[in-house]
Nanobody, 124 residues
Framework: QVQMVESGGGLVQAGGSLTLSCAAS????????LGWFRQAPGKEREIVAA????????YYADSVKGRFTISRDNAQNTQYLQMSSLKPEDTATYYC?????????????????WGQGTQVTVSS
């Protein structure tokens, strides 16, 4: 099993920045990709960004392109989400996850090992 622990959330004003961290432990061998997701109250969980461990290709939701950056530190088994130019609509609980699926899709159903989430609140 894999355990993921997110940190770094908080309250920030619109236009500000935050960096989220996610530390993974356990049986991470074979992970195909890492991802960040978010879920706002009353809404479905959606993918924010993902990075392939095979070729380092990154994917971003249109709503965060140019503002968010996903990265990873293999030695520390940690992934990061740098968020800048934050908007009130970025307010949500952010989750990290991984996938062992070979041809993984950018959908929560292909990912697992969900952390407990970290709250990001952007005030206007």
């Amino acid at each position: 099993q894999v355990q993921m622990v997110e940190s770094g959330g908080g309250l920030v004003q619109a236009g500000g920045s935050l960096t989220l961290s996610c530390a993974a432990s356990g049986r991470t061998f074979g992970t195909r990709a890492l991802g960040w997701f978010r879920q706002a109250p009353g809404k479905e969980r959606e993918i924010v960004a993902a990075i392939s461990l095979y070729d380092d290709r990154q994917y971003y939701a249109d709503s965060v392109k140019g503002r968010f950056t996903i990265s990873r530190d293999n030695a520390q088994n940690t992934q990061y989400l740098q968020m800048s130019s934050l908007k009130p609509e970025d307010t949500a609980t952010y989750y990290c996850a991984n996938t062992f699926v070979h041809n993984w899709r950018r959908t929560p159903s292909d990912f697992g090992s969900w952390g407990q989430g970290t709250q990001v609140t952007v005030s206007s």
